[in-house]
């Protein structure tokens, strides 16, 4: 079976598909709905299909379009090419898609205008999937910027809040300022060496490194930042994400920042293959932590649950970033490990959001409580996700982050810089950070008692729960079975991040790659992660909870009675309340963690004037923190 | 298979939770004042508990004023069994010299079952240790009561 | 047959030694002893060494009362699961030479493992609905940021000085390391570290000064507010186990190896007993006590901190002394 076709066919379904539910779709919603879930559900399995021979027979898929295949090692073309590295974005993206779209379904129904929402859906999951398969970066560009109108306008979907608009406002000119660093890196660069494939600029520029391609790396590592929301181009996420529809929070949030983290992947380890200087490792980790820092104490701040969310995409995009960064072995498969998990449990909280927002009309902190009892499925989802991503074991989270921290302190030992130390060090303080402000939610969303407003809510329907089931799966067998989804997933991924002979001479002939000088590196098959075995941990756990269990009933009939009642009740069954007569006495998310934000009181106030809201100030950020990286990377390249 | 076991304990970790119903804070400190190294109740197991919930033993103080009436009876409630109570000082037991006011609202014994009375006004730090030792007995006897 | 014997070996290593009873037992005798000792320190008699077990056994007698704002489930099953992670870490440290399921588990793995029974805490007050329980689980979660950036940088110096310059966080290797070269306090560089880490201790298992979270007598035990009977033992229980967990750490972080030179080579079923008895228990138990009384000691001379000086301390006093050690032992004092 030819499947060198199916990328090109998954990306053109997506966006066939944006065009037929314009078409038909938007008056009726069995088409409509009927055209959404084929089309993503083909993409997903087509692309699905390519994890054999990528991933177990180790294979490159290309394909050129149009078969304009290159000409005296010329590349005229768009190709496409997915090796390991991409393959493992695909799969993610398609993965999200497909939740998405199912969640959708019951999710917007109440909306209008349907038939826009699922043609700019459809264009927003073609652009991630072409960004993620292409090997030209001029057709990365081209999916970019698709991609970026694309969420612009579905952030601004729900239109009839003026917070909506302006939310999508910002996100348009901050990205634009992105996207125009990208252009001029991009144009830079085919000034320089006439090609605009991928794997043709990495043999070129191997070893070849001039002002130009300087300036152009500079501007394009800055354009795909503000693609990936780190600090300082962070805050219009923060704004996006609560505006849009959550099923969009969840794209953004799992693929749309996972772009740009894809291309700064391809753009440092492939293209221009400067990760091995020190001092670009150090910038990189540096965005990473302070990143990871801001993105997490802004979080504590909130008190509207799909914001105080974006912050920790942003906050675990730092992770994923600093990660990278190091750039050791096990610093690339801890950073692509925790980007697949933030996927997976992002994703899902950003699921039970949407859910406790279809339930009750709000995601304000202040405003929820007590929804445990009135959603139960709900909760078991949230308390899954919120412990994966605060690092509790045996959860997927924890698995990555004690991988992120022991590549962190290798390199510190290797190194002997401590800096790294500190980096470690900031990477625990932000996880517990994250344990506290999920507690935060659980407390006053899920537990707690009931405002009277929201005595009638409901569970929310099936169709919604199962991608928040399916979610919540992945988070706990990834955790459990890191080991399978590391030899399995992140070696080749890593492997093909590090050697890159393979990626240059599919596309572009055999000894390409030996003739520009690139030579693979010696990869050890195992990932050095030895201390850490979740399933005995858990079979520990189990056996230990089953005795204390066994005891306990034995000890049945001489144990007090537990006593409880379904009715609301004075007396007895009431919360103790000094005394008195309990009335609703709800501590909600603003209450918590006084003595916290007191001492950080100096800290928040300089974080308020920082995130002014002010679409001038981010995008002068923008461009001075561009300034910055293009003379630091001139002092350490040139 | 635990049961004497249970039981036994009973007497031995007596956990005291203290009302006060407009006492005039007399009784209050007498009863710390068992608490501190002098007297030193914690070698019986005596220990103050914070809420209701943990509470074994009931210690009312004062002469129930109205106002602390509803309060007094729902805090009770909300101690598990096996409990006991226990009125400390003379007000709760006959109203003292505040009887005959026009709001008080004594005796305790009109609103639950009391099963120690330490009288005095106030009583010695002694006479209290004896009437919590009892108290800590009669727990016993109702944790073997019950079923 | 031997993978028979072999899962027999480790259902009496999880269920006896060194899991759940020995954890259990040692939890309650510690938890008594501190009760006693401070009994001692203020010239009174104090309650009997048995005191914890006497109270876990009457708390089993008693009802339980779920509230009925409660989330039943969740209430009752949240001290089970904290007691039974501490249990579990147990058995993931090393008793002398000797540990049950060696190599499974490194310090950050630790680290992460101990804020489960924490978390179990605040997720059960949580449940219970109770505004009292709502102030106490904010306590605890800011008592946890506290305590976890010194924990770290304590984590850190120690590794660096077993480790040199390869990596080592393996509690294992800080053992064997321990065998060799007398214990990690010994080094000048570590004790700055060894006195930050018995000032988190008492943050971790609710001791005062730093009991912010469960403060009896302003916010009515905070998290436990709603608990009653055997799920109010259960975490009793567990705060026992968890201060017999820490130290144990402490134990085997800074005091290991000091009985290394003696060997008594008595065995049963190929276990040497006589070592494992003298290196293992008895040295545990003695730097165990030794371990609490530094605890005790400051339990008994001070009151409640606020919450927010209880964060400030631990950020600069303390933090402050684990990076002395960390920068000394990076300098390679």
Known sequence: MNYTHFPVISVMGLFLGAFLVEVFGSKNKYIRNTIVLLITTCAAGLMLYLVKPVFIDGQIISYWMGNWEPVEGYAIGIGYEIDALGMFFVILTVLTIWLAAVYSIKYMEKDSHLGHYYTLFLMLSGSVLGLVCTGDIFNMFVMIEIMTFAAVALTAFRNKKGAHLEAAFKYLVVGCVGSGFTLAGIVLLYMQCHTLNMAQLASILHGNLTPVSVLALALMFTGFGVKSFIVPFHAPAADAYMSAPTSISMVFSGIVNKAGVYGMIRLLFVVFRVMDISSVQIMVVLFGVVTMFIGVTMALAQHDFKRLLAFHSISQIGYVITAVGICSMKGVVSGLFHAANHTLFKGLLFLCAGAVLYSTGTADLDKLGGLSKKMPKTTICFLIGAFSISGLPPFNGFASKWMIYQSLYDKAVTTGNFFYIFALVCAVVVSVMTLASFIKVTQAVFFGQTPAALKETHEVPFLMRLPMWIMSLLCVGCGIFYRFTGNNLLLPAMKSTFNITSYIDKMMGEGTAAASGIENITIHAETGFEYWEPVIWLVLFVTVLLAVFIVTLIGRRDRGKVLSTKEEADGKYATFFSGEKSSHSHVAGSDLFWGFKRNWKGYFNVMQKFHSGNVNDYSLMAVCCCALVIVFTYIVLL | MFKKMIAAAGAKSPWIYHINTGSCNGCDIELVAVLTPRYDAERFGFKLAGTPRHADIVVVSGPVTSQSKERLIRTLEQVPEPKVVVTLGSCPKSGNVFKGSYSIECPVDKYTHVDVSIAGCTPKPEAIIEGLYTAAQILKEKRREMK | ?333
Request: glycine letters at 10%; hydrophobic letters at 55%; one cysteine or more.
């Open chain 3, 1 to 333: 047959m031997s993978s028979f014997f072999q899962i027999i070996e480790n259902i009496v290593k999880a269920m006896i030694f060194p899991g759940l009873l020995y954890a259990t037992a040692g939890g309650l005798l510690l938890a008594g002893l501190d009760r006693k000792i401070i009994a001692r320190m203020q010239r009174r008699v104090g309650p009997p060494v048995l005191q914890p077990t006497y109270d876990f056994l009457k708390l089993c007698g008693k009802e339980t009362i779920v509230p009925h704002v409660a989330n039943k489930p969740v209430f009752l099953a949240a001290p089970f699961v904290g007691y039974v992670s501490l249990v579990v870490m147990m058995l993931l440290i090393p008793i002398g030479g000797y540990s049950a399921f060696s190599g499974k588990a490194d310090l950050i793995v630790i680290l992460y493992l101990l804020t489960i029974p924490a978390v179990a805490m605040i997720v059960g007050g949580s449940a219970s609905g109770s505004p009292f329980a709502g102030i106490g689980i904010s306590r605890e979660m800011v008592t946890m940021m506290a305590y976890e950036l010194p924990l770290i940088i304590v984590f850190l110096s120690v590794a660096k000085l077993v480790g040199g310059d390869s990596m080592n966080f393996s509690l294992q290797d800080i053992t064997a390391w321990q065998e060799q070269n007398g214990p990690v306090i010994f080094s000048l560089s570590m004790i700055p570290a060894a006195i930050a880490m018995l000032l988190i201790i008492p943050a971790e298992v609710g001791m005062q000064p730093f009991d912010v979270a469960e403060a009896e007598t302003e916010i009515c035990e905070g998290p436990l507010v709603e608990y009653s009977g055997f799920p109010l033992g259960m975490f009793k229980l567990g705060t026992a186990v968890r201060i017999f967990v820490m130290t144990s750490l402490f134990t085997s972080l800074f005091l290991g190896g000091i009985t290394s030179g003696i060997h008594i080579g008595w065995t049963v079923c190929g276990v040497y007993v006589g070592d494992l008895l003298v290196r293992g228990l008895i040295h545990f138990a003695i730097c165990a006590v030794i371990t609490l009384l530094c605890m005790t000691f400051i339990h008994a001379i001070t009151a409640r901190l606020k919450i927010e000086h209880l964060f400030k301390f631990y950020w600069t006093v303390v933090a402050g002394l684990s990076l002395i050690s960390l920068i000394l032992v990076w300098i390679g004092v």
